[in-house]
């Protein structure tokens, strides 16, 4: 149990370090303007993490006080819209501070003296793995509202690997059953639960992510001007906005594409995987490729399954756990990596960087999966399931390997494209 409560501590830490790093590099204006009305102020998520842990750890599995029992509804994520945030009498960025840091502080104690055991929620330290998670989540969110912030440049971190590898052309995967989704992961959040068995036709599934330079030429031949690509809807999405690009790309006067990133405008980089693209945008260029979007469980069958054993994996290089060699993970770049930087991160099947990077679109609406209980709280998965939600697959470079595995699933409006979302293409194969 030691060792649990160690890893506990790390991702608590960890997680409290990115929060305070995304929250004290901007003055209080900025901690306190809604920089786009998807988003919510900044200062908002850092009560809102704070009062989540309140609720989950020092009420319920501690069984303390209340800190701050006065605040619950104000930050309540399904009594305010994002849109409306910014008119609540929102704690102070001096006043949430303190709050978060309290409840840390009780939180502490609450670790020290739980035997990480015992009823469901409790056992194998899952509560505190689901606050993690959940900060961590935030964190990704908070670092998508700096992206939409306009200002001089206020975080930083080296540019992304360059690519070791050619990482070009198409796996082809053989039909069959696996094992999707996980009963065993213990920090497993419920909708990527419980496993069974799927049967997956064969497809063939691209090795990497699509990449600014496949992109451009989409954009160059005319991808969205033609209403033959994009389906009913993604195309009156298209109009409506008036999409020409990716978000925050733009074209200067000789042809070379540009884009905005965290402050800074630099040229597109070609061989970056492609990010901040809807899911329309994503289904048009793979109709405009020959191909399509991959399902849900295709791109799990891609990461996940081992044909020498016919196991499943936690991560598509195994069981070990993601280092900086494996993925671009946990904001360490403010951007993707070139296809092909990290050739020890791939599959069993030979599938390059389906972790980190970009989230990945796929063509499957957000469903649960057979035996599916909600758990600890209706408000995480169930009233999203069977919405207007496609489903996004593999993480980002913003996102938190405590909140990344081979069964995470994400999930999102099809018009969204504020996340650092890209997609990699599949197809139908014939007899194999």
């Known amino acids: 149990m030691e060792k649990l409560r160690s890893t506990v501590e790390n991702v608590l830490t960890r997680s409290r370090a990115r929060s305070a790093a995304l929250t004290e590099c901007v003055d209080e204006r900025d901690l306190l303007a809604q920089h786009s009305p998807l988003m919510s102020p900044l200062i908002w998520d850092l009560a809102h993490i704070g009062n989540q842990e309140e609720l989950w750890l020092v009420r319920d599995v501690g069984g303390r006080e209340a800190v701050r029992q006065d605040i619950d509804e104000l930050y309540d994520a399904f009594k305010h819209s994002r849109s409306s945030r910014p008119s609540l009498p929102l704690l102070s960025p001096e006043e949430a501070r303190s709050y978060v840091a309290t409840v840390r502080e009780k939180v502490w104690d609450v670790l020290s003296a739980s035997p990480l055991d015992g009823r469901r929620l409790e056992r194998d330290g899952f509560a505190f793995g689901m606050v993690a998670q959940h900060e961590q989540q935030h964190d990704e969110t908070m670092l998508a509202t700096h992206q939409l912030r306009r200002g001089p440049a206020v975080l930083h971190a080296p540019a992304a690997p360059r690519a070791q590898i050619r990482a070009q052309g198409e796996v082809i995967i053989g039909g069959g059953e696996f094992s999707m989704g996980t009963t065993l992961d213990p920090w497993a959040l419920d909708n990527e639960r419980p496993a069974h068995s799927r049967y997956v036709s064969a497809f063939a599934i691209d090795i990497a992510p699509v990449t600014n330079a496949q992109y451009v030429e989409f954009i160059a031949d005319g991808g969205y001007e033609r209403p033959e690509l994009w389906s009913e809807r993604g195309w009156a999405h298209r109009q409506d906005e008036g999409l020409r690009a990716p978000q925050f790309w733009d074209r200067d006067a000789d042809g070379t594409w540009w884009r905005r990133a965290f402050g800074v405008t630099a040229p597109v980089r070609p061989d970056q995987p492609v990010v901040h693209v809807c899911f329309y945008e994503a289904e048009a260029y793979a109709r405009w490729a020959g191909k399509r979007l991959p399902t849900e469980a295709e791109w799990e069958k891609a990461a996940r ?15 070990s756990e993601p280092t900086e060699a494996h993925a671009n993970l946990g904001q360490r770049h403010l951007e993707p990596a070139d296809v092909g930087a990290y050739p020890i991160g791939a599959s069993a099947l030979g599938v390059q960087q389906l972790i980190g990077d970009v989230w990945e679109w ?5 469903e649960p999966y057979p035996g599916f209980e909600p758990f600890p709280y209706a408000e995480y998965s169930e009233v999203f399931l069977r919405g207007d939600y496609k489903v996004l697959r593999g993480g980002s470079f913003g996102t938190d390997e405590v909140a990344c595995r ?3 699933r994400n999930w999102d409006h099809p018009i969204r494209r504020q996340i650092f979302s890209g997609f990699r293409c599949a197809r139908d194969v014939q007899g194999v």
């Open 305 to 319: 399954f081992d044909p020498s054993t016919r196991t499943v994996r936690k991560y598509p290089w195994g069981e």
């Open 362 to 366: 796929t063509s499957s609406d957000f």
């Open 406 to 408: 081979g069964t995470f």
